[in-house]
Protein backbone atom coordinates (compact mmCIF):
# COMPACT_ATOMS: atom_id res chain seq x y z
CA UNK A 1 0.00 0.00 0.00
CA UNK A 2 1.07 3.31 -1.10
CA UNK A 3 0.65 7.13 -0.31
CA UNK A 4 1.87 9.88 -1.35
CA UNK A 5 3.34 12.14 0.98
CA UNK A 6 3.68 16.36 0.81
CA UNK A 7 6.37 16.49 -1.80
CA UNK A 8 4.66 13.64 -3.64
CA UNK A 9 6.91 11.10 -3.56
CA UNK A 10 5.78 7.57 -2.91
CA UNK A 11 5.84 6.09 0.82
CA UNK A 12 5.25 2.78 2.08
CA UNK A 13 2.99 3.04 4.87
CA UNK A 14 2.45 -0.74 5.65
CA UNK A 15 5.56 -2.81 4.95
CA UNK A 16 4.68 -6.27 3.44
CA UNK A 17 7.24 -9.31 4.06
CA UNK A 18 6.87 -12.72 2.84
CA UNK A 19 7.22 -15.51 5.11
CA UNK A 20 7.67 -19.39 3.98
CA UNK A 21 6.91 -22.51 5.49
CA UNK A 22 6.26 -26.07 5.28
CA UNK A 23 2.66 -27.38 6.09
CA UNK A 24 1.44 -30.89 5.49
CA UNK A 25 -0.26 -31.76 2.23
CA UNK A 26 -3.58 -32.65 4.20
CA UNK A 27 -3.12 -28.83 5.47
CA UNK A 28 -2.23 -27.85 1.99
CA UNK A 29 -5.57 -29.00 0.39
CA UNK A 30 -7.65 -28.10 3.50
CA UNK A 31 -6.61 -24.79 3.12
CA UNK A 32 -6.73 -24.74 -1.19
CA UNK A 33 -10.44 -26.13 -0.45
CA UNK A 34 -11.20 -23.46 1.98
CA UNK A 35 -10.19 -20.68 0.49
CA UNK A 36 -11.71 -21.90 -3.24
CA UNK A 37 -15.34 -21.76 -1.10
CA UNK A 38 -14.73 -18.54 -0.07
CA UNK A 39 -13.33 -17.15 -3.07
CA UNK A 40 -10.36 -15.75 -1.61
CA UNK A 41 -6.79 -16.53 -2.47
CA UNK A 42 -4.56 -18.80 -0.01
CA UNK A 43 -2.61 -16.54 1.23
CA UNK A 44 -5.17 -13.64 2.13
CA UNK A 45 -6.82 -16.76 4.21
CA UNK A 46 -4.13 -18.11 5.49
CA UNK A 47 -2.61 -14.02 6.76
CA UNK A 48 -6.22 -13.32 8.17
CA UNK A 49 -6.12 -16.73 10.11
CA UNK A 50 -2.91 -15.75 11.70
CA UNK A 51 -4.49 -12.31 12.37
CA UNK A 52 -7.09 -13.97 14.58
CA UNK A 53 -5.03 -16.38 15.98
CA UNK A 54 -2.87 -13.58 17.46
CA UNK A 55 -5.60 -11.55 18.30
CA UNK A 56 -6.96 -14.43 20.74
CA UNK A 57 -4.11 -15.00 21.63
CA UNK A 58 -3.71 -11.35 22.85
CA UNK A 59 -7.33 -11.66 24.54
CA UNK A 60 -6.61 -14.69 26.29
CA UNK A 61 -3.60 -13.73 27.89
CA UNK A 62 -5.13 -10.41 29.16
CA UNK A 63 -7.76 -12.24 30.59
CA UNK A 64 -5.62 -14.75 32.50
CA UNK A 65 -3.40 -11.62 33.56
CA UNK A 66 -6.79 -9.98 34.58
CA UNK A 67 -7.70 -13.45 36.71
CA UNK A 68 -4.15 -13.71 37.73
CA UNK A 69 -4.51 -10.17 39.80
CA UNK A 70 -8.05 -10.80 40.61
CA UNK A 71 -6.40 -14.14 42.37
CA UNK A 72 -3.56 -12.78 43.77
CA UNK A 73 -5.77 -10.03 45.52
CA UNK A 74 -8.32 -12.58 46.69
CA UNK A 75 -5.28 -14.35 48.43
CA UNK A 76 -3.50 -10.95 50.13
CA UNK A 77 -7.34 -10.81 51.58
CA UNK A 78 -7.58 -13.92 52.89
CA UNK A 79 -3.61 -13.65 54.61
CA UNK A 80 -4.69 -10.58 56.14
CA UNK A 81 -7.97 -11.84 57.69
CA UNK A 82 -5.97 -15.09 59.00
CA UNK A 83 -3.24 -12.30 60.18
CA UNK A 84 -6.13 -10.53 62.13
CA UNK A 85 -7.59 -13.48 63.55
CA UNK A 86 -3.61 -15.25 64.68
CA UNK A 87 -3.37 -11.65 66.35
CA UNK A 88 -6.30 -11.16 67.95
CA UNK A 89 -5.75 -14.81 69.56
CA UNK A 90 -2.28 -13.82 70.42
CA UNK A 91 -3.22 -10.67 72.28
CA UNK A 92 -6.13 -12.17 74.17
CA UNK A 93 -3.69 -14.56 75.89
Keep these: MTVKTKRGKSARTRK ?3 IHTRV ?3 LEKELKRF ?3 MRIPVSNLIRTILED ?3 I ?3 ARKNVKRELRSGAARLAQGRNVLRRKIKGRISSR
Excluded: I
Design 16 to 18: VRV
Design 24 to 26: PVV
Design 35 to 37: ADK
Design 53 to 55: ALS
Design 57 to 59: AET
